[in-house]
């Protein structure tokens, strides 16, 4: 079983990836869960537990944490549980977030692994440019593929970590709550009134009114979604996306053509 949670595709990729090579045939979105109340989930005997999802201000996005923060996992023996993390730069103390969060829930994680993937924060800098994440996507595959070999194996590598990044994350967490706020998001009149921004919202935080994106929630998950997979680039958060790039996982651009 992998749960996953992912804003713009990088870790839906990982989180395939590692259930195609592992040959799991379920995955579970956490942000899906949370909405629906659904926490209680039973392992098969030898079933391994994954759980993969983007690294956000040095830990988890805030989906993750409150779906693991009531997860209820049963198991007739002690499972294999990983933690795959997606991150454009460092995967700070996000896996030690996760795993004493985890421990609240007397899950007990096994393995750790990083994976570097393309930079999407638009809301913050310039994503990755279609050059820069195609680099970063080829080798990203080389770390995918030796993650669900250490899978198979049960073998740990583990994502390196120092205390500092420990310290880091704790600070960083308290800036992603203060900036998980909406009231920042506008549309532009390029909107074409599709819906696609309210349809993906993992949590459910836009609404179509007159044919036009509202954001009905005071706050969000921040997962750039939105921004980055709007066909008319027509969202934008403050004054500085507009400039910006937009950075979306291949995969899922193929996706939303042929939807
Ligand atoms: C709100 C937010 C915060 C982020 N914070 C970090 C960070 O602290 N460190 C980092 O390396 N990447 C950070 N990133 C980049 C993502 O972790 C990275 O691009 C990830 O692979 C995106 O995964 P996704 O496509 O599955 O959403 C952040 C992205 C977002 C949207
Ligand atoms: S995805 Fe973009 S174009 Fe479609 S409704 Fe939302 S803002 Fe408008
Ligand atoms: S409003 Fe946009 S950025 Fe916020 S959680 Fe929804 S899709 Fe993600």
Redesign the pocket.
């Known amino acids: 079983m992998i749960f996953y949670f992912s804003?713009t595709g990088n870790s839906l990729y990982a989180a395939k990836y590692i259930a195609n090579n592992i040959h799991d045939d379920e995955l579970v979105n956490m942000a899906d869960s949370v909405k629906e109340g659904r926490y209680y989930y039973a392992l098969k005997p030898g079933e391994t537990c994954g759980f993969v999802f983007p690294v956000y201000f040095g830990g988890m996005p805030s989906v993750v944490a409150q779906f693991v923060k009531k997860l209820r996992l049963s198991s007739d023996e002690v499972p294999y549980v990983y933690a795959l993390v997606t991150y454009g730069g460092k995967a700070g103390g996000s896996v030690q977030a996760l795993q004493i969060a985890l421990e609240k829930r007397y899950v007990y994680l096994s393995a750790a692994f990083g994976v570097k993937m393309p930079d999407n924060y638009v809301i913050m800098y310039n994503p990755a440019t279609e050059e820069k994440a195609q680099q970063v996507l080829r080798e990203a595959e080389t770390d995918l593929l030796t993650a669900a070999t250490s899978i198979i194996a049960r073998n740990n590598p583990g994502v390196p970590h120092t205390m500092l990044d420990t310290v880091m994350t704790a600070g960083m967490q308290t800036a992603y709550r203060m900036m998980r706020k909406?009231a920042s998001?506008t549309v532009d009149n390029s909107c074409i009134g599709c819906g696609l921004?309210e349809k993906?919202?993992?949590?459910n935080?836009?609404e179509m009114y007159d044919y036009k994106p509202v954001?009905i929630k005071s706050e969000?998950?921040?997962?750039?979604?939105?921004?980055s997979r709007c066909p008319a680039k027509a969202i934008q958060y403050g004054d500085k996306t507009k400039k910006r790039g937009r950075y979306v996982h291949p995969d899922l651009q193929v996706k939303q053509q042929t939807e």
Do not use: K, L, N, S
């Open positions: 804003g909406t998001f921004c993906i919202c993992p949590v935080a836009i954001w969000c998950a921040h997962c750039v979604a939105c921004i």
